[in-house]
């Protein structure tokens, strides 16, 4: 397993999203059940791999695992990563169906930023809960048809856990760590940049966030 994931996983997980214009939530709970099915195996082996720390390893393999999988799908690590948070805190609590079936995909990534989270990006229920409450209540007002995904990008970019200036600066963050993985084609001057601002903001370019 060192160094990438098994031939038939990744078969099987480049099926599951040829399909997904079916369903795009068979995508995130196949992610959430990998992880959860594979974790242990592959903390431990890319611990010794790659040298990490206990306290590291959860988190860089995570990120590893996310990125691969992004990579081997012809998908940006972003995407995966959405797809990821949708398998594990929404379609693992069946929040796709039933009451809030009429949610889409894109509803449910609106729903999750700006949320608190740990670094698995596991979200406390009662933290979602909430949020839907209030879907609930606009629905309520609109003869059942929910907030669309711009108006629940806004309301909880104004109400989240985060301020919005610090939602666009992680974001500018976020953009510099991709900048400094790109192989030879970014000039040297943005490069240096990048670099100055991720050790400025006092983190590095494979893991952390930006100091408050």
Not at 160 to 179: D, H, P, S, T
Request: proline share 4%.
């Amino acid at each position: 397993m060192k160094g990438r994931l098994p031939d038939q996983y990744l078969d099987a997980l480049r099926q599951v999203v040829s399909d997904e214009d079916n369903s795009i939530f068979a995508t995130c709970k196949f992610m959430a059940d990998s992880w959860v099915e594979l974790s242990l195996v592959l903390i431990k082996s890319k611990a010794e791999e790659e040298g990490w720390t206990e306290q590291e390893a959860p988190r860089k393999t995570h990120a590893w695992f996310i990125e691969t999988c992004a990579a081997e799908c012809g998908m940006h690590p972003t995407s995966m990563y959405d797809r990821m948070r949708v398998g594990r805190n929404v379609v693992h609590r069946n929040y796709h169906l039933g009451k809030w079936s009429n949610l889409a995909y894109g509803h449910w990534c609106a729903l999750m930023r700006n949320i608190e989270q740990d670094e698995q990006g596991i979200i406390p229920e009662a933290v979602l809960l909430d949020r839907l409450d209030w879907v609930s209540q606009v629905a309520d007002e609109n003869q059942g048809q929910p907030p669309s995904v711009r108006d629940i990008q806004s309301q909880f970019r104004q109400n989240g856990e985060k301020k919005e200036w610090e939602l666009y600066w992680n974001a500018v963050v976020r953009n510099a760590k991709q900048i400094v993985k790109i192989d030879g084609s970014v000039p040297a001057r943005v490069n240096q940049i990048a670099e100055w601002l991720l050790s400025s903001a006092g983190v590095g370019s494979t893991g952390g966030g930006p100091t408050k």
